[in-house]
T-cell receptor, first 109, second 115 residues
Framework: DAKTTQPPSMDCAEGRAANLPCNHS???????VYWYRQIHSQGPQYIIH???NNETNEMASLIITEDRKSSTLILPHATLRDTAVYYC??????????FGKGTRLHILP | EPEVTQTPSHQVTQMGQEVILRCVPI?????FYWYRQILGQKVEFLVS????????KSEIFDDQFSVERPDGSNFTLKIRSTKLEDSAMYFC?????????????FGSGTQLSVL
């Protein structure tokens, strides 16, 4: 029932940019793209969200394609502390967040 | 940054016993949620709560579960008669208001073990 497709796992070298892809080909016009992450068994942590435009904050950048059918989360300089499961979620702005299986990102020293 | 606080961090109980998991959401938040995560599985939505009533609940949230905001600061999840399969990490979350793009803040969870 997931609205998004993500690779199950990815590796990235420490200090390099981590680019995490997400497909959401059935996204509707008023649905947002949210990214959360979960470090080990901690509570999920919000990273960033967007509707149409690319977004950047202190944690990451979000690139959304013009047709909105896919997006990429970019961690510009990955550190070992960025090792986590990253969830791409499509949701209406006032709706609950439903988690899929996410991408397990391994940052390699 | 403000935090959602959950207590206890670990709870062990016997099958059939009642358990109450406690959460203190961020003070100016109005929307509250419970999620759970069975070991090795996805984070699953249980229930959302707004204006002192349940907004939405999942199929998991059956009659054995209830939520309450007893005093304007705490938000509790009660499991009336625990089963082995209720063993999981339970996360509380809160959000400032629904009709905006406010992010969901999660607590660090309560690990419930039912023996």
């Amino acid at each position: 029932d997931a609205k998004t497709t993500q690779p199950p796992s990815m590796d990235c070298a420490e200090g390099r940019a981590a680019n995490l892809p997400c497909n959401h080909s059935t996204i509707s016009g008023n649905e947002y793209v949210y990214w959360y992450r979960q470090i080990h068994s901690q509570g999920p942590q919000y990273i960033i969200h967007g509707l149409k435009n690319n977004e950047t904050n202190e944690m990451a950048s979000l690139i959304i394609t013009e047709d909105r059918k896919s997006s990429t989360l970019i961690l510009p300089h990955a550190t070992l502390r960025d090792t986590a499961v990253y969830y791409c979620i499509v949701s209406l702005r006032d709706d609950k967040i439903i988690f899929g299986k996410g991408t397990r990102l391994h940052i390699l020293p | 940054e403000p935090e959602v606080t959950q207590t206890p961090s670990h709870q062990v109980t016997q099958m059939g016993q009642e358990v109450i998991l406690r959460c203190v959401p961020i003070s100016n938040h109005l929307y509250f949620y419970w999620y759970r995560q069975i070991l090795g599985q996805k984070v699953e939505f249980l229930v959302s709560f707004y204006n002192n009533e349940i907004s939405e609940k999942s199929e998991i949230f059956d009659d054995q579960f209830s939520v309450e905001r007893p005093d304007g600061s705490n938000f509790t999840l009660k499991i009336r008669s625990t089963k082995l399969e209720d063993s999981a990490m339970y996360f509380c979350a809160s959000k400032r208001w629904g009709r905006d793009n406010e992010k969901l803040f999660f607590g660090s969870g309560t690990q419930l073990s039912v023996l």
